[in-house]
């Protein structure tokens, strides 16, 4: 049997990098897809890049004939939607430029798999923040959306033309609604990576203070690590299907802080200032999900615990804060 390939869109962020690790360890080419630019930042797959069975290359989900054209010289059986822009502050300030991306861009790649080949199995990153102002506590695959950002909306668009395409033209097209999930790659902007940072550079003496915004906001935090298998488990079923992958437990930013200062001795009161600029426009105050069917249908589970997570990004960022210290 050939050996199966893998596209994976936004293969240089965290979810990126994560699936293309477990996918090479499962015996798959895959080939990662990187804009052109000057400012592309490999450190996150830079491990990877030796490896015969990973190929980049350039492509842009502004552009569609650059994905048909992907298509064609990859051949992949299965395609990994990660690209997107993500960061929901940003949606505010680029709103425009998030739709292209994060909306239109779905359906670009969409419309390349059925030009194409519509045998191809296609996986679209959806996200928690489509529920926003929740209507159900927790949220499931029935919940409806209240989107309350730019990027939330932009995450429903492409929920729902995932959808569309997977009904109108029998793609294997499926979405994962995944909740909130970090790691030491998590980008610095994120709350959870921005907290874990400050304290490891708090305990070295390198900055004071961490101001932070709503310290009552609740998410179901999980690891990414985990994540990444079920977006592979849901190309490896029947039939297609949409699936909230979560832990199923809330968190505040409180308790973050407290997770974090604790595990380095420190009193988070002593360092934590709310800043009001920090508060989002329009906030969503409570997102925990119900991934009883990715239990019951994939077979998937959480293995990493909320304590675990916040610990384990804790102490990489104070090892690699030390060692550049030192250097």
């Known amino acids: 049997m050939s050996q199966k390939v893998a596209l994976i869109t936004g293969i240089t962020g965290q979810d990126g990098s994560y699936l293309a690790e477990f996918l090479l360890e499962q015996g798959y080419k895959v080939v990662g897809m990187v804009r052109r630019s000057s400012t592309v930042n ?3 797959i830079a491990h990877l890049q ?3 069975a990973l190929e980049l290359v350039q492509g842009d989900l502004l552009d569609q004939m650059s994905l048909v054209d992907i298509l064609r010289d990859s051949r992949p059986q299965e395609v990994y939607n990660l690209a997107a822009q993500s960061f929901v502050p940003t949606s505010w300030r680029q709103p425009v430029l998030t739709g292209e991306f994060t909306a239109l861009g779905v359906t670009r790649m969409l419309d390349a798999v059925r030009i194409v080949d519509p ?3 296609f996986y ?3 996200s928690s923040e489509m529920f926003g102002k929740v209507q159900a506590v927790p949220q499931n695959e029935d919940t409806p959306f209240y989107p309350r950002s730019p990027y939330g909306v932009a995450k429903v668009y492409g929920h729902w033309i995932t959808i569309n ?3 109108s033209y029998n793609l294997f097209a499926c979405s994962g609604i995944l909740f909130n999930h970090e790691s030491p790659r998590r980008g610095l902007e994120f709350v959870t990576h921005k907290v874990t940072h400050a304290v490891a550079r708090i305990k070295l003496g390198l900055q004071h203070e961490l101001h932070l915004g709503n310290l009552d906001a609740r998410r179901d935090w999980g690891y990414a690590k985990d994540y990444v298998r079920a977006m592979w ?4 079923q029947d039939g297609p299907d949409d699936y909230v992958i979560s832990t199923g437990e809330t968190h505040s930013v409180r308790e973050l802080c407290q997770v974090a200062f604790n595990y380095l001795g420190l009193d988070w009161e002593k360092h934590v200032v709310v800043d009001e600029k ?6 969503v105050d409570l997102l925990i999900g119900d991934a009883n069917k990715a239990k019951t249908q994939l077979g998937w589970q959480p293995e990493v615990s909320f304590k675990e997570l916040i610990e384990m990004m804790v102490q990489a960022d104070f090892d690699e804060l030390s060692q550049h210290h030192k250097s």
Do not use: G, H, N, T
């Not at 488990?233 to 490896?236: C, G, I, S, T």
């Open 42 to 44: 490999f450190d996150r």
């Open 50 to 52: 030796e490896m015969e």
């Open 119 to 121: 045998e191809i199995r």
């Open 124 to 126: 679209q990153a959806s």
């Open 165 to 167: 395409y997977r009904e």
């Open 233 to 236: 488990l849901m190309l490896q």
């Open 278 to 283: 920090f508060y989002r426009p329009a906030e």
